[in-house]
């Protein structure tokens, strides 16, 4: 590993001959590029996607397995997951998405790799096709348990769609949970995937029926005008609807491109094998989204809250003064990165900083521009009126009861989750709250909690942040 030394450090014009001939099927990146650069540039949806795609729902409905369908990357892929046969940590998969010019809709839309060179031909009638986007899905776990790693994704997604079983009731519960989390999260465009239609064929009226009852469980919320799409993700039938919908439905969100860029982190680890020999190890990587400006290699950044000390009873948080040295999303290299998408930043850090996720829930950028550390917050919340997704031995739905001094929830703030103690209450308004680890945001962030009921978190409530107590660094 190389030494650190501080301030930017750009690489030569030969590195990045060197580093693009590693992939010469996509477009060149250079640093001349990054003053004139839009969320849709060429230059940058052939290597990076600009659009982050959540897929919710209820556990088992499919999740999964439509990503796979689209992007061709199976996201579930930790041996425990694999051993259950559900998504635990949030999977990601990049996937593009061309246009043929001649085949009709929707026939026309056909998914590719994230490797995928920009001039693919048509399977059909080998023309050579137009990129229209390069996504980037966000899988969310589906079981109630994992409610705080589904807000988590949440942070980071543009748009979402919501996979719905065919042969089950609808909703779920985690059906309900997951659209509620959407509209603290302020996402305004979803569209409704009626999976499994292959498995309730013996019953003509099956889907429509389902259908019926996704119409009136998706009235008067977010997804109220939502297209609704019957598919088989298993064997991709009606793909091609999807990907036009996701192609003409969600539109390209506007970017801040030229401000000090900001990333959450909602990965970290290390990639060094046991065993490693000294001279070959890599520094730490960290994965997450850009939600403004433009990373490049070579930058210096900072990350906060960083890393935690302990003397005694005393916690003390260092930020991480570092300096990127590599880019990727996915296998694609990239000199710079852009918002959207989810991209690995590899660092010129000890990997054990990054390791197990350690880094998760803090905030990259430019060294002294990153928001303030908050220890408490003001919270100005709403409360919902009863539990979303559980139901009492009884089937009743069960009701929030109000919050009171001292009770501990569970707040996720961006990517970042951490209990706290309620230390004030006033006008069942606004709550004033001592987090056990501070939190890298700014004033009128929109922040989730949860309440623990019968040994599950469950939400609760949202709230904006109105005022806090900072930390000195």
């Known amino acids: 590993m190389e030494t650190f030394k501080r301030g930017p450090l750009r690489l030569t014009e030969n590195e990045i001959d060197e580093l693009m001939k590693r992939q010469p099927h996509l477009l060149k990146q250079s640093y001349d590029q990054i003053p004139n650069l839009t969320p849709n540039s060429q ?22 397995t439509l990503v796979r369908s689209v992007s061709t990357i199976n996201t579930v892929r930790f041996r425990q ?16 998405i061309f246009k043929c010019p001649k085949c009709p809709e929707p026939q026309c839309y056909q998914s590719f790799s994230s490797e995928k060179q920009s001039n693919a ?51 779920q519960p985690q059906t309900q949970e997951h659209l509620v989390a959407l509209v603290i999260t302020k996402l305004k465009y979803v569209i409704v995937i009626q999976n499994k239609v292959d498995i309730i064929f013996r ?57 000090p860029p900001k990333m959450i982190i909602i990965r970290s680890f290390d990639v060094n094998k ?24 070579g930058d210096e950044v900072e990350i906060r809250p960083g890393r935690q000390s302990k003397n005694g009873t005393q916690t003390t948080w260092h930020p991480i003064i570092t300096r990127v040295v590599s880019l990727q999303a996915e296998q694609n290299e990239l000199i710079y990165a852009v918002p959207g998408g989810l991209i690995g930043v590899g660092l010129l850090v000890d990997p054990s900083l990054t390791r ?5 829930g803090c905030v990259l950028g430019f060294p002294k521009q990153l928001p303030e ?15 979303v997704g559980a139901q009492q031995q009884d089937g009743k739905t069960q009701k929030i009861t109000k919050i009171l001094q001292d009770e501990t929830l569970k707040f996720n703030v961006l990517s970042n989750e951490t209990p706290g103690k309620v230390i004030e209450v006033k006008d069942d308004k606004i709550m004033r709250v001592a987090l056990n680890n501070p939190v890298c945001t700014g004033l009128q962030e929109k922040v989730a909690f949860s309440r623990r009921l019968n040994n599950k978190f469950r939400l609760i409530g949202w709230g904006i942040i109105t005022n806090g107590r900072t930390i000195t660094l």
């Open 43 to 64: 230059e940058v949806i052939s290597r990076q996607a600009t659009i982050n795609v959540g897929t919710i729902g209820h556990v088992a409905h499919g999740k999964s």
């Open 81 to 96: 997951e694999r051993v259950r046969n559900i998504t635990i940590r949030l999977g990601y998969a990049n996937a593009k």
């Open 121 to 171: 031909q048509c399977e059909l009638c080998k023309e050579v096709m137009n990129l229209e986007r390069h996504i980037s899905f966000v899988d969310c776990p589906g079981h109630d348990i994992l409610m705080s790693t589904m807000l988590t994704g949440a942070a980071v997604m543009d748009c979402a769609l919501l996979i719905v079983a065919a042969n089950m009731p609808c909703p």
């Open 203 to 259: 019953d003509q009226q099956a889907a429509l029926r389902n259908y019926e009852e996704i119409t009136k469980f998706i009235k008067g919320t977010i997804a109220e005008d939502s297209p609704i799409i019957p598919v088989s993700a298993q064997l991709k039938y009606n793909i091609d609807c999807v990907l036009q919908q996701i192609c003409n439905f969600f539109p390209i969100p506007t970017r801040q491109l030229q401000v």
């Open 274 to 297: 046991p065993g490693e020999k000294p001279e070959n190890l890599h520094g730490g990587v960290v994965g997450g989204s850009i939600l403004q400006g433009i990373l490049s290699v």
């Open 356 to 360: 197990n996720d350690n880094l998760v």
């Open 373 to 387: 550390l908050y220890r408490e917050l003001e919270i100005n919340y709403y409360l919902m009126v009863s539990v």
